[in-house]
C-alpha cells in the first residue's frame, strides 16, 4: 500500500472481494449459458472443429 493512504477497513475489503466474486459468476454463468443455447456446438459446425464443450443432446439411457 502506498504509505500516504490508509489500509482500505475490513469492510471495504469484503465489498471489494464480493463485486469480485459476483463479476467472476455472472462471467461463468454467462459462459456456461453460451455453451447451453449451442453457441459452441454452432462454432463447430462452422468449421473451427472445437466441439469439446457441446453438450449431448441424447437422453440418458436407463
Known amino acids: 500500500m502506498n504509505a500516504k493512504s490508509p489500509a482500505p477497513s475490513r469492510e471495504e475489503r469484503l465489498a471489494a472481494k464480493l463485486r469480485e ?3 467472476r459468476r455472472k462471467a461463468q454463468a454467462r459462459a456456461i ?3 447451453a443455447t ?4 454452432a ?4 468449421g ?3 466441439d ?3 453438450l ?5 439411457k436407463s
Open 52 to 54: 469439446t464443450h457441446a
Open 48 to 50: 473451427n472443429g472445437d
Open 21 to 23: 466474486n459476483l463479476r
Open 33 to 35: 449459458g453460451a455453451d
Open 56 to 60: 449431448s443432446k441424447e437422453p440418458r
Open 43 to 46: 462454432g463447430a459446425q462452422a
Open 38 to 41: 449451442g453457441d459452441a456446438k
